[in-house]
């Protein structure tokens, strides 16, 4: 089982799938004899992307348990809020077995940024919304004191 909170909000669905991309920020060099270099550099920000469905309907038998559901526009409201806030999240994702055994967890702060909604015909009701987040890292001012 999946379960996805961003911040408080716990999303009423797991999404069938998500991506997380790592970028590296290596940087390739050619040299005067053509030789090619490999500059090491620490890796980028993790992004990440899913497609979360948002029933319309309570009893809708995708819904799991003890969950608590709300219209897809609370939802929808939400994000709005949060893309206007420009503020940091929380997303954690619980991983456990049907058991209830936990397998691990993801939790990082990250930024909304983007995201599309997708309503269609064969939705019904439900609304689709698309995501691309990025990992925040907060900003830490170091001051250097000593002899050069």
Known sequence: MYHYFIGELELPLAPEKYTLRLRQ???LVQ???GTELNLLRPAGLREISFELLLPYFEDSPLLRNGVRVYKPIY???RLAEWAASGEARRLI???SLPNGEEIFNTSMLVSLEDYQVLEAADLGFDV???LRLREYVEKICQKYVGNL
Do not use: K
């Open 25 to 27: 920020n290596n940087q």
């Open 31 to 33: 040299l005067a004899d």
């Open 75 to 77: 939802y929808l409201n």
């Open 93 to 95: 994702i619980y991983r």
């Open 128 to 130: 689709r919304v698309a």
